[in-house]
Every structure is written in structure tokens, then in C-alpha cells.
């Protein structure tokens, strides 16, 4: 998936490597065409298309106002797991709207990619094998509590929310690290270079 913040031309490519469907988020459609990117569907108000622009790709206009075009993307597609590019970085609401998406489509596995980090929520249990010395921040998006191994910092005595706890800056210390929640409202927050390390021990695994 496309969205219309900033996009990286090396982690488009990263990501298109991954799947077989290009699907842009409204104006996410120019972003990728600037880039040389292919874009199979378009889907979302647009009211950020130019129609002028737009040649191939198929159009699923949904003109309510009540969801983000990330959110309508979501809705309308099935697919072992998605990968977003273009909805972190930019303007920091919209950020937080990918964020909401993130747990209000939680029935989907999806990772979101920027510059710096990726993201994705975190399942009710999750093992990943990262190098010792990783860094890993814990968002919640609601109360949520869980336990860790291979954590610098363990979690297991804390209750999380938004306003209260939160875990940024954890560091992983062993060779495999495992998390468990009491309920999905836990964002992961780990350097974009291990993007392909999510994709397989966590969507694939």
C-alpha cells in the first residue's frame, strides 16, 4: 500500500518486492508513479487524484469522510499481510491516523515502513530473533498488559496506556525475544533494516 506522506524510492522497491499487489491510498497514486512504480488499484475519496494522471490502475472511489483512505484500503482488501509505504513521516496527525488504522484493523496483519522505524501491532504473542543490542519501543494504543523475555527492560510489571506507561527505547538482550499481551493495543517500534526479519518469523511464521 501507497499513502501520500513522504516515500522512500528504495523502500518502495523493498516493499513491492514483497507483494503482488501495488494499492495506493488516494493521492498515494502520484507518489508511486513519480518513482516508476506500477499501481495495480486505487482506493480511497480522492479528492488528492488527478484524474488527468491516472491511466491503468483500477478505481474504487468511497466518498464517506468518517474513515482515512489507509482505514478504506484496509476494509477493501484481502491479503496474507500488507505493507505500507508513504503513511509515516510528513505531517504528524496523519501519522497518528496510520497508527489508529493499525489497531482499528486488527484482524489484518500489517507492517508500516518509514525512513527510521517500522511499526505494526503487536499480535497476542510474538518471538522474533534480532540482533542482541536492537532497538525496540513499546506504544500502547489502549491498556495493555504483558510479559517479555530477551529484554533489556522487562515489561511484566507494568500496566500500559497511552497517558500513564508507555515503552519507548527498549533494547533486545538475547538471542530470541518473545512477547505476550493480555489484548492487541501494543504497537512494536523497531528499526525499518528488519523489515524482512517481521515479515517472516511474525506474518509468516
Not at 518502495?12 to 507483494?19: R, S
Not at 525475544?177 to 512494536?188: K, N, Q, S, Y
Amino acid at each position: 500500500m501507497v499513502g501520500g506522506g513522504p516515500v522512500d524510492a528504495g523502500l518502495l522497491t523493498q516493499a513491492v518486492a514483497h507483494g503482488a499487489t501495488v494499492v495506493a491510498a488516494d493521492g498515494g497514486v502520484h507518489r508511486a508513479q513519480d518513482l516508476g512504480v506500477t499501481v495495480d488499484h486505487v482506493i480511497g475519496d480522492m479528492d488528492s487524484v488527478d484524474l488527468a494522471r491516472i491511466d491503468g490502475p483500477q478505481m474504487h472511489p468511497i466518498a464517506e469522510q468518517m474513515s482515512t483512505d489507509l482505514d478504506k484500503c484496509l476494509r477493501s482488501c484481502a491479503a496474507p499481510y500488507f505493507i505500507g509505504v508513504g503513511f509515516l513521516g510528513g505531517r504528524l496527525d496523519h501519522q497518528m491516523a496510520a497508527c489508529h488504522s493499525l489497531v482499528e484493523a486488527s484482524d489484518r496483519q500489517v507492517v508500516l515502513i518509514g525512513d527510521q522505524d517500522l511499526c505494526f501491532l503487536a499480535p497476542f504473542s510474538v518471538s522474533l530473533q534480532l540482533p542482541v543490542g536492537t532497538r525496540i519501543s513499546l506504544f500502547p494504543m489502549g491498556k495493555v498488559e504483558g510479559n517479555s523475555t530477551g529484554l533489556k527492560w522487562p515489561i511484566h510489571a507494568y500496566q500500559f496506556s497511552p497517558a500513564l506507561m508507555i515503552g519507548t527505547s527498549n533494547e533486545v538482550d538475547a538471542p530470541e525475544m518473545e512477547l505476550t499481551f493480555d489484548r492487541r493495543r501494543m504497537l512494536v517500534i523497531l528499526p525499518v533494516e528488519f523489515l524482512d526479519d517481521v515479515i517472516s518469523q511474525v506474518f509468516k511464521g
